[in-house]
């Protein structure tokens, strides 16, 4: 092969391996979606200042890589009832083209001027926009057996994210295949120096 060729060889797998590399490692762009609950809204928990909802979302992800969704709650005032433990549930559910762990509701105990983060792992499957909701409710504990839990629905929050291919690969295929035209090009830029040295190396002894 000449050594024209093997430049021009070298430097298109050169552009490939930074085009799929670049690709795959990008970090995608968040959004946060915001929802404040009013105090009057809430029944199960008296209180004075409302509660402050955040979810962040990628805005696209890639087919195959996994992505976080977080859910801030904010409750920012104490409530009057304090001896009752109450608990903050939380679940996603996306179409059949996503998969989501934990798949059943994640719950935290609500405390009084408390910040809570809850997070999921998300995959999709297919490329295309996955579409969801964020379900998030209370609960206060009934101190007695016979007395039954108190629970409120506090909020339902679609959730959106578009998932995308490179040409139909996912990000784990384009990640590997950019490693093998860099590991090809070094190869190719290596190994014929390699031979010319050793060449040198033996007509100079």
């Known amino acids: 092969m000449s050594a024209t060729a093997r430049l021009a060889i070298a430097i298109s797998l050169l552009i490939l391996a930074i085009f799929l590399l670049a690709w795959g490692l990008w970090p995608a762009s968040q959004v946060v979606q915001t929802?404040?609950?009013?105090?009057?809204?809430v029944q199960v928990i008296p209180l004075s200042d409302p509660i402050l909802l955040q979810?962040?979302?990628?805005?696209?992800a890639r087919l195959g890589?996994?992505?976080?969704?977080?859910?801030?709650?904010?409750?920012?005032?104490?409530?009057?009832?304090?001896?009752l433990p109450a608990l903050a549930h939380a679940r996603i559910l996306m179409d059949d083209d996503t998969e989501v762990?934990?798949?059943?509701?994640?719950?935290q105990p609500l405390v009084?001027?408390?910040?809570?983060?809850?997070?999921?792992?998300?995959?999709?499957?297919?490329?295309?926009?996955?579409?969801?909701?964020?379900?998030?409710h209370l609960e206060v504990l009934s101190p007695t057996p016979e007395t039954p839990n108190r629970e409120q629905?506090?909020?339902?929050m679609p959730?959106?994210?578009?998932?995308?291919?490179?040409?139909?690969?996912?990000?784990?295929?384009?990640?590997?295949?950019?490693?093998?035209?860099a590991v090809a090009d070094t190869l190719l830029i290596l190994v014929p120096r390699l031979s010319t040295t050793r060449r040198v190396t033996k007509l100079s002894t």
Request: proline share 5%.
């Open 153 to 156: 629905a506090l909020a339902a």
């Open 55 to 60: 979810v962040t979302t990628p805005r696209v």
């Open 101 to 107: 762990t934990p798949r059943v509701a994640v719950s």
């Open 159 to 181: 959730l959106t994210v578009d998932v995308h291919s490179l040409l139909g690969l996912s990000g784990p295929t384009a990640r590997g295949l950019g490693m093998l035209a």
């Open 35 to 41: 929802l404040t609950i009013e105090p009057d809204r």
């Open 65 to 83: 890589d996994s992505f976080t969704a977080r859910l801030r709650l904010v409750i920012p005032t104490t409530w009057t009832d304090k001896t």
């Open 112 to 136: 009084s001027k408390g910040d809570l983060s809850f997070y999921w792992h998300l995959s999709a499957r297919q490329a295309g926009r996955s579409q969801g909701r964020l379900w998030v």
